[in-house]
Each structure stands twice: as C-alpha cells, then as structure tokens.
C-alpha cells in the first residue's frame, strides 16, 4: 500500500508535463489496479448472549472494469476478496474470538462522469452488492463447534476522481459505501446454537491506477 501511494505521487508529479487527450468516451473501457483500505461500520444483534460484533480492517488490491455508454454514463463492476478477524464484544460470555472469514463483494454501480474532457474527471455512482462468505475458520482453541455466514445482496454508493496522465493512462481515488447485511450461526457445543444478526456495512477507500482501452 505504501508502494502505490508513492508510486502514485511521483507520477502526479510528473503528469504536469503531459497534455491528456480525452479521457474515455462512448464505447470505451477502463481498467483500475487499486489498493483498498476496507474499513467496516459493524454492528450485530447476537441471540440468546447479547452484546455486539468487532470486525477488523483490510488491504487487499481489487481490479475494477468500466465500461462507457456514452461520454458520462459507464457501468463498473468491482472485483476483489477481503479477510477479516471478528470478534463477539461485551456478550454475557465475555468477548469471544470468532476466528476469521474472507468476502468475496462484487459490486456493480451505474456512474456519472464530470467533465469528460478535462484532467481532473470526478465522477458519482450507486448499485448493487452481492457479498459471497468463506473459508470462516474458528481459532483452533476456541470452544465453539462451527460458525457460518449466510450470503447478503446489499446497496452500494460510490464517489471518485481520475487524473489524466497520459491519453491512456491515469491516476484514481475512489470512496465506496456498501451496505452489508449477513445472519450468523453458531454453534457453541454444549451452550446451544447462538445466532447474530451482523451489519458490515464498510467504507471502501481505494488509491491507483487505471488504464483506457
């Protein structure tokens, strides 16, 4: 992550120099390298113990694809896979560590492009998520038998900027927030069958590059 953020302000830097011709039009597609800084907003009601859900952060790269209707209307679908180490917080049991799981999040959003024909070309979108969950793995101490994430479809909002480089090549930073919604089980052994009610909901921060085919 701190490759690519320096990576990407020695070429800011430079991109003064290059005259950009015009950015995409109808037709085109675009491809975006990013790294992300995935940061969840959780928030869960746990069933019989109580308490609340803590959800860690990630960076992970994602690869994004665009494509352009016309000059200022594209579509972009988002690919990528993010783990995250989750615990249950001030349950009547204490906090308990749930272990780890991976999402798989495609999300496809319907954008607005500003000012097609300049350097700097921000852009708004909204769309669709669908959060697919695996590889949920208990710790190997834990007391617990078994967990499971059930799959979510959820909204996602979207705001973000290029920066020409070249005809081609340019600079991005994207801001995401995707609502995601997932039932838990648990099966806790001998304490019975515990169920969550779990709010992801993350803010999506992403920095890199992008290329016009």
């Known amino acids: 992550m701190k490759t690519l953020l320096m990576a990407c302000a020695g070429a800011a830097v430079l991109a003064g120099s290059i005259a950009p011709a015009a950015m995409a039009g109808q037709g085109d ?89 300049g350097q700097l070309r921000p852009y708004v979108g909204a769309g669709v998520n669908f959060t697919h969950f695996f590889n949920a793995d208990l710790p190997s101490s834990s007391p617990l038998t078994s967990i499971s994430y059930d799959n979510s479809i959820g909204f996602a909002l979207q705001a973000g900027v290029d920066y020409a480089l070249s005809e081609r090549w340019f600079l991005n930073f994207d801001v995401k927030k995707v609502w995601i919604n997932t039932d838990v089980t648990i099966d806790a052994g001998a304490l019975g069958i515990v169920n969550a009610d779990v709010d992801i909901d993350p803010w999506i921060v992403g920095i890199g590059f992008g290329w016009r085919y």
Do not use: C, K
Request: proline share 8%; charged share 20%.
């Open 29 to 117: 597609w675009m491809f975006r390298l990013r790294a992300l800084h995935v940061a969840p907003d959780e928030g869960a009601t746990i069933s019989p113990i109580g308490g609340s859900v803590d959800i860690g952060t990630s960076v992970v790269p994602e690869l994004d694809i665009t494509y352009f209707f016309t000059d200022r209307i594209a579509v972009e679908l988002i690919l990528g896979v993010t783990p995250h180490d989750v615990r249950a917080v001030n349950t009547s049991l204490g906090d308990v560590d749930l272990g780890d799981v991976w999402l798989l999040p495609p999300t496809l959003t319907l954008q607005y492009h500003f000012n097609p024909e």
